[in-house]
């Protein structure tokens, strides 16, 4: 179950919760840390599994990068 929709927006990419509609946008995050879109995909993420005690989704490649390690 997808838990947030993702859309473009003026400089960036918004990630919005299909619950409840929180959202945070790439513009929010540090480019120093990582990935803009990862760091986005996370905070969404955790949002999701913390209020609404959703499952964490996990992409393909992120799992296989994790074997990797």
């Keep these: ?3 947030y929709r993702i859309q473009r927006i ?3 990419m ?3 919760c299909t619950i409840c509609g929180h ?3 790439t513009l ?3 480019a120093r840390v990582g990935n803009l879109r990862t760091q986005a995909a ?3 993420n955790a949002h999701s599994t913390q209020m609404h005690h959703a499952p964490m989704i996990i ?3 992120d799992s296989q990068q994790r074997t990797w390690r």
């Design 1 to 3: 179950m997808k838990t």
């Design 10 to 12: 003026k400089g960036g």
């Design 14 to 16: 918004k990630f919005t």
């Design 23 to 25: 959202s945070v946008s």
């Design 28 to 30: 929010d995050f540090d």
């Design 42 to 44: 996370t905070t969404i």
């Design 59 to 61: 992409s393909p490649s």
